[in-house]
T-cell receptor, first 111, second 114 residues
């Protein structure tokens, strides 16, 4: 799996948009980009997955530039309940294979 | 929405004892996984299971560990002789099919070895 780099932590306030960027310079042609969210003492939860350009679902948007060497997870209008660790994972067939989690980005949302 | 369930939520055991952690994956899923997370550390892959056999395992998954799907619904992780360093959250995950599908994680079992 491609190595990923993301900020260790971020702070935000309720109602703001939060963008978390992940660098993956050695992403391979067949690799997908997947983001998971983990609340304290809970299992990781899938948020969004994409290959190129932009993907949007009811929770977040994922922006992927043309060179695919980075990606940005965008959380619109965060609330206190979005306080969690967010993980960026890059790899081919990331569903079947073992997931390799990094340290993630710890997002703290304040009132 | 279907979900992965795990029991117990918290297991306390003495060093050297055997423990069995239980998981009920989502009913039509075919791929099953165990991960663990030591407090304050990363989520680590242990083992994956498909078609009634182990398909992949990590270095952590040594001879003290075993997995089983005894009855077509439960998926268990057994630790034969627990060590202090086995204390962690253990997460079960399942997935329907390969490809770009996603793994669905359970809430975890907190194992404390004394």
């Amino acid at each position: 799996l491609a190595k990923t780099t993301q900020p260790i932590s971020m702070d935000s306030y309720e109602g703001q948009e939060v963008n978390i960027t992940c660098s993956h310079n050695n992403i391979a042609t067949n690799d997908y980009i997947t983001w998971y969210q983990q609340f304290p003492s809970q299992g990781p939860r899938f948020i969004i997955q994409g290959y190129k350009t932009k993907v949007t679902n009811e929770v977040a948007s994922l922006f992927i530039p043309a060179d695919r060497k980075s990606s940005t997870l965008s959380l619109p209008r965060v609330s206190l309940s979005d306080t969690a660790v967010y993980y960026c994972l890059v790899g081919m067939d990331t569903g079947r294979r073992a997931l390799t989690f990094g340290s993630g980005t710890r997002l703290q949302v304040q009132p | 929405e279907p979900e992965v369930t795990q029991t117990p939520s918290h297991q306390v055991t003495q060093m050297g004892q055997e423990v069995i952690l239980r998981c009920v994956p989502i009913s039509n899923h075919l791929y099953f996984y165990w991960y663990r997370q030591i407090l304050g550390q990363k989520v680590e892959f242990l083992v994956s299971f498909y078609n009634n056999e182990i398909s992949e395992k990590s270095e952590i998954f040594d001879d003290q560990f075993s997995v089983e799907r005894p009855d077509g619904s439960n998926f268990t992780l057994k630790i034969r002789s627990t060590k202090l360093e086995d204390s962690a959250m253990y997460f079960c995950a399942s997935m329907w099919t390969k490809g770009t599908d996603t793994q669905y994680f359970g809430p975890g079992t907190r194992l404390t070895v004394l």
